[in-house]
T-cell receptor, first 110, second 113 residues
Framework: AQTVTQSQPEMSVQEAETVTLSCTYD???????LFWYKQPPSRQMILVIR??????QNATENRFSVNFQKAAKSFSLKISDSQLGDAAMYFC???????FGAGTRLTVKP | DGGITQSPKYLFRKEGQNVTLSCEQN?????MYWYRQDPGQGLRLIYY???????QKGDIAEGYSVSREKKESFPLTVTSAQKNPTAFYLC????????????FGEGSRLTVL
């Protein structure tokens, strides 16, 4: 059952620019967590950022921030000042069933 | 250091053979998960377990089996019934309480010859 949808298979951004990756999800729970994970070429999964559903304030971790729209069940990731090391696959997930979206491959151009 | 250990990192198998992938965690997590990842694809859930001696099928359980005899261990057996077993397999665990962040192993690459 696909409960998380990432509609952008690939995205590209110029170094130092900003890019936004989209994610929508489906859940009947009122309290949950949402996550963005990064998978570089090493294939190690790395947590980028998490959002608690009951918190209205959008989570921020340095250059990474989210735009969480609970009513719309949308959870996008914004990467500011993109760096070459940001190039990776990015996956979103929710902790209700730990299923992941299909991923977005981000390319960073120098 | 606390973490998740998967072994082996690379495994080759002949068609018709069963193979078992190991996953061990020392994070004292209750829940453990197995995912399959094909090239350029996302993670698909195979099996998960939230407590010892209990586990549930994920979205692509056919041709796989698991056991959860100890809290620390959640091995995955890829049986000969799995029609296309060549893939990258990721094991993960998490605490059920709290934010439920998943911690991942480094993965196992299975190739069927």
């Amino acid at each position: 059952a696909q409960t998380v949808t990432q509609s952008q298979p690939e995205m590209s951004v110029q170094e130092a620019e900003t890019v936004t990756l989209s994610c929508t999800y489906d859940t009947s729970e009122s309290d949950y967590y949402l996550f963005w994970y990064k998978q570089p070429p090493s294939r190690q999964m790395i947590l980028v950022i998490r959002q608690e559903a009951y918190k209205q304030q959008n989570a921020t971790e340095n250059r990474f921030s989210v735009n969480f729209q609970k009513a719309a069940k949308s959870f996008s990731l914004k990467i500011s000042d993109s760096q070459l090391g940001d190039a990776a696959m990015y996956f979103c997930a929710n902790n209700n069933d730990m299923r992941f979206g299909a991923g977005t491959r981000l390319t960073v151009k120098p | 250091d606390g973490g998740i250990t998967q072994s082996p990192k690379y495994l080759f198998r002949k068609e018709g053979q069963n193979v078992t992938l190991s996953c061990e965690q020392n994070l004292n997590h209750d829940a453990m998960y197995w995912y399959r990842q094909d090239p350029g694809q996302g993670l698909r859930l195979i099996y998960y377990s939230q407590i010892v001696n209990d586990f549930q099928k994920g979205d692509i359980a056919e041709g796989y089996s698991v056991s959860r005899e100890k809290k620390e261990s959640f091995p995955l057996t890829v049986t000969s019934a799995q029609k296309n077993p060549t893939a990258f397999y990721l094991c993960a665990s998490r605490a059920i309480a709290g934010n439920g962040e998943l911690f991942f192993g480094e993965g196992s690459r299975l190739t069927v010859l």
